[in-house]
């Protein structure tokens, strides 16, 4: 016979669920005729390349500030309190500090303590790798009840004078509350996971100082490298092709095909890279979410914001089957599939 604790495995249910979401970003708005007055651009050089009119910037807040916003709406959402969370995940480049990381900040923020908390480092794809890290935990721990949150404050690693990325990002945060039961009929099914990456193209994308490789010393003058730099170009070929390449595997993978797909999702970070997606999945414009019109790319928090607005706002119903995918530094890139 199987150990009791192998018998408990071997009975696990693979039912993961969406329980709650919520998103958060600062009040302050720097549109591109803003950005006209930092940097050598123009709003209409911004908007046809990028499809981006304004995005949100913190004014004295921190990436556990949002945070802490977007995951107490996405606990209001699920009808949960703080203290039923058994696991606090995360997804962040641009965390308050190093140590500690941010869940725990955020953990110390909620007023919870005892429970397990870490960071996921993947960039823009945090948040998706984060679901994935979540449902390994639920199949170990049905019970478990976990907070998976995208926080960034990526204008703390732009530099300003650098007209080619700073147009792009913007703060903000968002949250959901995955468990492995539902409660109610609003919940989404988060049917499955896939994520990847590819290291030997990842210097295609980087934020290179402060980390040991690039160390800082005291009285050092900050250079470019402590900010994103980017290949726009290559980030845009492997966006592109990998977002659909992985979202065909994953449709394939359950039996369905493109026309099953009420709603894509992709990563918020450029109009361009989001048609061209829809575009290479045979899915219409009508069926595809955007709102990197008024957001920016927010790097791991862009699918928290993105799921928790479009459900918000209707553009997600009951019923239907969503196709979300994403891709950042790393390389990494990731899908996954909800059943509302």
Known sequence: MLPARKQELA????????????????EKILTNRDLEKIVDTNDDWI???TGISSRHIVDGQTCVDLAYESSMKALQNAGMEPDELTHILVATFTGDMPVPATACLLMERMGIRNKAAMD??????????GL?????????????KILVCGSEIVTSRVNW????????????????????EKNGDKNGELLDVMVSADGGIGMALTVKGGGSAASYSLGEKVGDE?????????IYKHAVRNMSSICKKLLERHGYTSEDVDVLLPHQANQRIIEAVGKKLSIPVERVFANVDRFGNTSAASIPIALSEARENGFIKDGNLVLVTTFGGGLTWGASLIQY
Do not use: W
């Not at 996921?120 to 790798?129: D, I, K, L, Q």
């Open 11 to 26: 009975k696990m249910s693979n039912n993961v669920y969406i329980r709650g979401l919520g998103h958060h970003v600062p």
């Open 47 to 49: 908007t046809s390349r």
């Open 120 to 129: 996921v480092a993947a960039a823009c794809s945090g948040f998706v790798y």
């Open 132 to 144: 994935e890290v979540a449902r390994a935990l639920i199949a170990l721990h049905p019970d478990a």
């Open 161 to 180: 004078e650098d007209r080619s990325t700073c147009v792009l990002f913007g703060d903000g945060a968002g949250a959901a509350v995955v468990t492995g």
């Open 226 to 234: 402590y900010f994103i730099q980017m290949q726009g170009r290559e």
